[in-house]
């Protein structure tokens, strides 16, 4: 009795001990010129007369939110400020406290910015950027934000002339890390958003009317997701692109590293055609590497220049289910999905390309530096292909022969409007899934590569398709999942040689195979000494030998040829599906 009596008094001495969690409190600043009431002490009957006030009031801490009064709040600058926990600080009612701009300037950490209208009323107030942070900055999120880059009246940007684009600022600039950028809109800016610090998050932002390159980032473990970039303008002779990233200058073999380009829609005009100021840009641009642990998947880039999505110099790269068209709607080689070596000669490495619908391709499978071109497709009839390519409308029509044709050991788990993966007898080529139900934030969910040092990003399953002579990937599995080997049959030319890979299909959630003779997935393969070339193959069943037919398109000189091997052997595994529990 006395051990109990004992154990219950310290508890209570424990518990009156502990330090206790300060609620959170929500605090109340005027707009300029607003004639103090009383003396200012945070309260909405005497709220404190600016931004600076409250933070050195020593009042206000971690945790706390100090809401914006309507009205007009100048530029805001702040420095040497830091806090354990976020202070966020939003408008009141709506978006209706407003900025000229905000600069974040030395020593700042933990801010958040929300639901605030920022754009010039004074041109005298610009600067190069309408929200910048400083390196030293950390933990600075910007969520809601209304950024125009000329004045309250940017939407009509397609009104203006070359002369009233002189001088507009840049969007966005974050320097520091852990840096958020989240559902923003950006309206007639130069660059849109640009993020140099390392472990920023770049997701649901619009980006309509830009001047410069719609989004850069330079740090290490950065992720673009969800973002929409529509109307690149042609106000100079820069190269504009809808994302650019390169690695720092001047440092021997540098990298940009862990870089995710994720479900962003690219569409680089969509208003009229004899604009004068219509842009023809590059999508996705990743010109000076190293890059390294890259991975751009679900995309949808509509551009007119060649550069669809090009990497120079890649390590451990996944570029799947992508859809990269041409914006005018011309059938050609523009634009195309690359792989090149770095700019110094260097080969690309431990490169995945699959499950992508493109205009051409450039870049072959290659053993010797583990690269896979591989279950790609090349769009000759665009009009044929997409819903609507006139509203810029790239959903597969059910002739596109994109639908249920891709590899699903490739296949990310959900498409671009986060619909989820596969709808039918199996997942669809490019970024779109045909019949799916996109989720309500139009987002592709998080969906992170299992990445190691030696071996391909890849999800769910292990294949290893050593007997081809291709790359062997090894994919890291789900606990209980199974291994597929799929051999596959070398094909003996002159001067070349191929493989032909039956891709295995499933049917329902037992992996069933369905043995229907059907049109197989498309292949990018490449000859040795010849042109990259597009093989399509009819198998009868999942397993047995008999005839191939092939039709072959040389992806260069678009010659089409059809051909039937015979005593062709095949074997198609069933691969148990495991879930994905994140």
């Known amino acids: 009795m006395k051990l109990r009596f004992l154990m219950f008094a310290f508890a209570i001495l424990a518990a009156v001990a502990a330090p206790r969690a300060q609620a959170a409190t929500e605090y109340y600043v005027a707009p300029l010129g607003t004639a103090p009431s009383g003396t200012p002490d945070g309260s909405e ?26 009205g007009d709040f100048g530029i805001l600058k702040i420095s040497g400020e830091s806090f354990d926990t976020p202070i966020i600080i939003q408008s009141l009612n709506g978006k209706l406290a407003h900025f000229e701009r905000i600069n ?10 929300k639901n605030l209208s920022i754009w010039l009323s004074n041109a005298a107030n610009a600067d190069s950027e309408m929200v910048y942070s400083h390196p030293s900055s950390s933990n600075i999120t910007l969520e809601n934000l209304v950024i125009r880059g000329a004045g309250k009246n940017s939407q009509n940007y397609l009104s203006w002339g070359l002369g009233a684009w002189a001088n507009i600022p840049n969007g966005i600039r974050l320097s520091g890390a852990n840096s958020i950028v989240r559902n923003n809109s950006l309206t007639a800016v130069g660059a849109g958003i640009t993020t140099t610090g390392n472990d920023a998050l770049v997701v649901g932002n619009t980006i309509e ?9 330079f740090g290490e473990r950065s992720i673009f997701r969800g973002n929409k970039l529509l109307n690149c303008m042609e106000v100079s002779n820069n190269h504009d692109d809808g994302f650019q990233s390169w690695a720092p200058k001047g440092v021997a073999n540098a990298s940009v590293k862990g870089l995710v380009i994720e479900g962003n829609s690219f569409i680089e005009w969509a ?54 068209v041409n914006n005018r709607g011309i059938v050609g080689k523009a634009p195309w999905i690359g792989v090149f070596n770095h700019k110094d000669g260097t080969p690309s490495e431990n490169v995945l390309v699959a499950n992508n619908v493109a205009m051409k391709f450039v870049g072959a499978s290659n053993a010797a530096h583990n690269i896979v071109f591989s279950d790609n497709s090349v769009i000759f009839d665009p009009e044929g292909a997409f819903k609507d390519i006139q509203a810029r409308d790239y959903h597969p029509t059910e002739n596109s022969g994109f639908i249920d044709t891709a590899n699903s050991n490739f296949s990310p788990s959900h498409d671009i409007e986060g619909s989820a993966r596969p709808v039918g007898n199996g997942p669809d080529k490019g970024a779109f899934e045909f019949g799916g139900t996109p989720n309500a934030g139009g987002n592709t969910p998080n969906e992170v590569s299992h990445q190691t040092q030696g071996s391909m990003p890849m999800k769910r399953e292990v294949i290893n398709n050593g007997s081809s002579g291709a790359m062997p990937v090894e994919q890291h599995a789900e606990q209980g999942s199974t291994l597929a080997i799929i051999p596959i049959r070398r094909q003996t030319e002159r001067r070349s040689s191929q493989s032909i890979v039956p891709i295995k299909r499933q049917t329902d959630q037992n992996s069933a195979i369905d ?10 393969i490449h000859a040795h000494g010849t042109a990259p070339i597009r ?11 008999g005839q191939i037919q092939q039709r072959i398109v040389d992806v260069t000189t678009e010659r089409k040829s059809t051909r039937v091997i015979s005593g062709a052997k095949w074997l ?3 691969t148990r599906k ?4 994140r």
């Open 45 to 70: 009957t005497h709220p404190w007369l600016s931004i600076g006030d409250a933070i050195s009031s020593g009042t206000v801490v971690g945790g706390d939110t100090l809401l914006l009064l309507d």
């Open 104 to 113: 974040i300037g030395r020593n700042v950490g933990n801010l958040t910015f």
């Open 209 to 217: 009317g830009y001047a410069a390159d719609g989004m850069r980032g």
């Open 271 to 324: 208003a009229d055609e004899n604009h004068p100021l219509r842009c023809e840009e590059q999508g996705i641009g990743l010109f000076d590497g190293f890059y390294e642990n890259l991975t751009i998947r679900n995309n949808l880039v509509s551009v007119s220049q060649f550069h669809g999505i090009s990497v120079y110099g890649g390590r451990n790269v996944v570029i799947v289910n992508n859809t990269v």
């Open 515 to 524: 043995n229907t003779p059907r049109r197989q997935p498309t292949v990018q």
């Open 535 to 545: 093989e399509e193959t009819v198998l009868g069943g999942s397993q047995g030998v």
């Open 572 to 574: 198609v595994v069933p």
């Open 578 to 581: 495991t879930q994905n529990s």
